[in-house]
């Protein structure tokens, strides 16, 4: 069983940045793919990047250029640092984990607010 802890939310002007932070509770470096996803309340949740243990990444269009996925293997953290921030990115953000994407384990989600 893996356990994933999200933290870094925040509310932040448009144009701001923000870094979230995924810690696994075991070796991250372990984990085929880890990702993040974000959702609204009414909408399905939604993929913004994954990494893959081989150092592979992706990103959804809406984000490329603007969030850098990231990992720590030392300290089996994954960041997304979340650059030039829209009103448009406020969601729930939550830390994904597995052998597919999306793999089986979750975190809680961490809110991140965007302000006009």
């Known amino acids: 069983q893996v356990q994933l802890v999200e933290s870094g939310g925040g509310l932040v002007q448009a144009g701001g940045s923000l870094r979230l932070s995924c810690q696994a509770s075991?070796?991250?470096?372990?984990?085929?793919?880890v990702s993040w996803y974000r959702q609204s309340q009414n909408d399905e949740r939604e993929f913004v990047a994954f990494?893959?243990?081989?150092?592979?990444?992706d990103y959804a269009d809406a984000v490329k250029g603007r969030f850098t996925i990231s990992k720590d293997n030392a300290k089996d953290t994954v960041f997304l640092q979340m650059n030039r921030l829209k009103p448009s990115d406020t969601d729930v953000y939550y830390c994904?984990?597995?052998?597919?994407?999306?793999?089986?384990?979750w975190g809680q989600g961490t809110q991140v607010t965007v302000s006009d």
């Open positions: 075991g070796s991250i470096s372990s984990l085929k793919f």
């Open positions: 990494i893959k243990n081989d150092g592979s990444i």
């Open positions: 994904n984990a597995g052998k597919i994407v999306p793999g089986r384990y």
